[in-house]
């Protein structure tokens, strides 16, 4: 199984590979990213390690590469700029996004790939490569809050004292300040955590309360999140080709479940082979399934604020293609081009932070 990074050069996409080379994920792993000479380093690197590790073919490649891949991961963004609201951050990735996205259908995107979305804003960037990709909508899947999940288990884990493979507490809802904490299912060792010696109010706000403040701790402190996300990548991407059939938080398409349609959030859903094979409704309590709806409605005032912005296109129209970039000498483009025409440069891929 073959899978590509786009942005494999960067933190977040060396650290998906670096993980994926760990747990011996994929037979062939490709990293594409605009800045070739870094995308060689981050490839180079681990295949010196390959010898320790499992037997893989792991090398930097091109857009040309996604023709040829089960799975693509999609890792590349954009960094917030100073003074600049979270919309026109939100917008400039869209347009990267859509930019990429363009060109792997370009490439040749089949329709049989697993399309994985991790750059932010990630409920935004997959609702639209749902719309605008051409691939089953079950085979495109956010990483949503996969990521806080493992953060917020974690984070209970070294409160409480107890081993993190331990805690079961799930985040829902919105890869943003709208996510919701599940503690009606959460346990310690399979037990009810409210009833846990330790557990307490004070516990419970601050371990959420550093779920949501993680990215951009980690941003301040080191410049953003790598190992964790990485793990998270790799947990989705293991399910998807072994056929696991884990029950992740992960972002898909909304089409009833908790009364929410038409939009990517994260709730259970099963994954496997061809992708969310199951999207799983669970007894919430009032203010949780609140918390969904508030999610919902923040992301879809979002999709529709970016939708008006590109030109009032109805979300199921596909774009007009756009010009392909010039290639260097071994194909790779010096600049990708956005979906408003405007080149970004090829540094820009690298800075997703999450």
């Not at 904490?181 to 009810?192: D, E, I, K, N, R």
Request: aromatic share 4%; hydrophobic share 40%.
């Amino acid at each position: 199984m073959k899978v590509s990074i786009i942005g494999g050069g960067g933190l977040v996409g060396s650290m998906a590979a670096f993980a994926f080379q760990c747990g011996g994920i994929a037979s062939d792993l490709c990293l594409i990213d605009a800045n070739q000479d870094m995308c060689q380093g981050q490839a180079l690197d681990l295949l010196q390690g390959s010898s320790l590790t499992h037997d893989q073919r792991i090398h930097a490649g091109t857009m040309e590469d996604v023709a040829t891949s089960d799975a693509v991961v999609v890792t590349a963004g954009l960094r917030r700029k100073p003074d600049e609201s979270r919309l026109d951050l939100i917008n400039r990735n869209v347009d990267l996004f859509l930019g990429l996205l363009d060109q792997m259908k370009a490439a040749g995107l089949k329709d049989s790939t697993y399309l994985v979305v991790v750059s932010n804003p990630v409920d935004i960037l997959t609702y639209l490569a749902i719309k605008r990709g051409g691939l089953d909508w079950r085979r495109v899947i956010g990483l949503g809050t996969l990521l806080d999940t493992a953060r917020f288990q974690s984070h209970l884990a070294r409160r409480l004292k107890v081993p993190a493979t331990q805690v079961r507490a799930t985040i829902l809802g919105e890869h943003g300040d709208s996510m919701v904490p599940v503690w009606s299912s959460a346990t310690v060792a399979g037990l009810p955590m409210e009833q846990w010696p330790t557990f307490n109010a004070q516990l419970q706000r601050e371990a959420f309360d550093e779920t949501k403040t993680a990215g951009a701790a980690l941003i301040k402190l080191k410049g953003g999140s790598g190992f964790a996300v990485g793990l998270s990548i790799r947990e989705l991407v293991t399910s998807i080709l072994l056929d696991s059939r884990k029950v992740l938080p992960v972002g898909t398409l909304q089409q009833g479940l908790y009364g929410l349609r038409d939009v990517v959030l994260s709730v259970p859903t099963v994954i496997g082979t061809g992708g969310a094979r199951e999207q799983v409704e669970l007894a919430l309590s009032p203010k949780e399934r609140m918390g969904l709806t508030n999610s919902a409605r923040v992301l879809r005032e979002i999709i529709d604020q970016v939708e008006a912005r590109l030109g009032g296109q109805k979300s199921t129209e596909k774009p007009t293609p756009k010009p392909t970039p010039a290639p260097t000498g071994n194909g790779t483009p010096l600049v990708t081009t956005a979906s408003n025409g405007k080149a970004i440069p090829r540094s820009a891929w690298q800075a997703n932070k999450k």
